[in-house]
Each structure stands twice: as structure tokens, then as C-alpha cells.
T-cell receptor, first 116, second 111 residues
Framework: DGGITQSPKYLFRKEGQNVTLSCEQN?????MYWYRQDPGQGLRLIYY???????QKGDIAEGYSVSREKKESFPLTVTSAQKNPTAFYLC???????????????FGPGTRLLVL | GENVEQHPSTLSVQEGDSAVIKCTYS??????FPWYKQELGKRPQLIID?????GEKKDQRIAVTLNKTAKHFSLHITETQPEDSAVYFC??????????FGTGTLLAVQP
């Protein structure tokens, strides 16, 4: 799991501001995912991408956007439309050959987003 | 819809005792069941997984059992140690290309 990185470790957002969280992997994985983690709750899927230039909404996509222009990168933008963005954001990747629901996902170290 | 219930939400055991965490899922088509461990402030890491063609899998002090008929799967940790203290998440592969995660169990091993 050392092959997947996220930055920054902490991020502060002002009201009305868009912020972008970085996720990079050098595992040569096709599939990448973004999860949101709130205290006392499990991991909720925001967006996922099975291949470059393609992505799908997860369970809580409203207020977020993504892009997948390169295989190794899957940035997440938290827009001003996301009214409660304070959370721990985790990026993950998997090989992608069997489908994301059938293979191990490897997680990055996470970004903690706080609202000023 | 796709859903998994995980119990208990918190579990406190004495060092050396066993710990059991149970999950119930909704999608009968699922055939992949991974368990993740997350230490405080760290990333979740896979500790063991099982596929539906077997009923039990063991790796040293950790074992997972699966009952597809009842849609139950469980994590068993024997001879618990303080370093086992963490949040444990069950998950399963749903009909779409994603994993469905439980809400987590906070395990505290008292020395």
C-alpha cells in the first residue's frame, strides 16, 4: 500500500471555496475509488473509475467532482455545493481486471478536510 | 438495496481472550468478502478475505467464516493482543463494481 499516496494530509476550506484532493498510485491499477469517512460510520463511496477517461457516481456524489485523465491519478474536487465537507477522505485502487467488487482495494493514507 | 449490518459497534476484551465480529449482508449474488483493519488515524488495510466457494479461511490468529445460506460472515481473532486494538470493517462485493462496507467495530484489547 506504499504505492498509493494522497496529498495534502490536512486541508482547510473556506466557505464557498472549491478544493482539490490529490490521489496518485504507481501500482499500475486500472480502478480507483474515493471514499468519505465520518466518525462512527463506515466508508461511503463518492466516485469510482474503472478505466482512464471514465468514472461513475457512488452513493454520495452530490457536491463532488472527479477526473481521470491519467491512469495513475484520480483527483477529487470538493465543491461549494457540498455543505458538510468536514470528513476524512480516502482514495483506493484495485487491479481492475475482475471488477471493483471482486478484488482487494488498497488505500492511501487519507486527507482530513476541515472547514474554517 | 446493497447493505451490510455489522455487530457489535464496540467490543472490549482482555488480552488473550477471543473476539468475534459478525456481519449480515443483503445481496445473495455476492461472492467476495474482505475484512479491513484501521488503526487510529491510519488507512484501512486488508487483513483477510474469503470467497464464496469456501466456508472458512484461517491465517494464524485470524479466521473468517461464511454462511451464504444465512448471508452471514464473521471475523474471529484468537489470543488477542494490545496491537489488535483498532476498528475492523467487514465488506462484500455487490452486484456493481464496488465494495459495500459495514459501519465498523471498535475493538479494544485490555492488557
Amino acid at each position: 500500500d506504499g504505492g498509493i499516496t494522497q496529498s495534502p494530509k490536512y486541508l482547510f476550506r473556506k466557505e464557498g471555496q472549491n478544493v482539490t484532493l490529490s490521489c496518485e498510485q504507481n501500482l499500475n491499477h486500472d480502478a480507483m475509488y474515493w471514499y468519505r469517512q465520518d466518525p462512527g460510520q463506515g466508508l461511503r463511496l463518492i466516485y469510482y473509475s474503472q478505466i482512464v477517461n471514465d468514472f461513475q457516481k457512488g452513493d454520495i456524489a452530490e457536491g463532488y467532482s472527479v477526473s481521470r485523465e491519467k491512469k495513475e491519478s484520480f483527483p477529487l474536487t470538493v465543491t461549494s455545493a457540498q455543505k458538510n465537507p468536514t470528513a476524512f477522505y480516502l482514495c483506493a485502487s484495485s487491479i481492475g481486471s475482475a471488477g471493483g467488487g471482486q478484488e482487494t482495494q488498497y488505500f492511501g493514507p487519507g486527507t482530513r478536510l476541515l472547514v474554517l | 438495496g446493497e447493505n451490510v449490518e455489522q455487530h457489535p459497534s464496540t467490543l472490549s476484551v482482555q488480552e488473550g481472550d477471543s473476539a468475534v465480529i459478525k456481519c449480515t449482508y443483503s445481496d445473495s449474488a455476492s461472492n467476495y468478502f474482505p475484512w479491513y483493519k484501521q488503526e487510529l488515524g491510519k488507512r484501512p488495510q486488508l487483513i483477510i478475505d474469503i470467497r464464496s466457494n469456501v466456508g472458512e479461511k484461517k491465517d494464524q490468529r485470524i479466521a473468517v467464516t461464511l454462511n451464504k445460506t444465512a448471508k452471514h460472515f464473521s471475523l474471529h481473532i484468537t489470543e488477542t493482543q494490545p496491537e489488535d486494538s483498532a476498528v475492523y470493517f467487514c465488506s462484500y462485493g455487490g452486484a456493481t463494481n464496488k465494495l459495500i462496507f459495514g459501519t465498523g467495530t471498535l475493538l479494544a484489547v485490555q492488557p
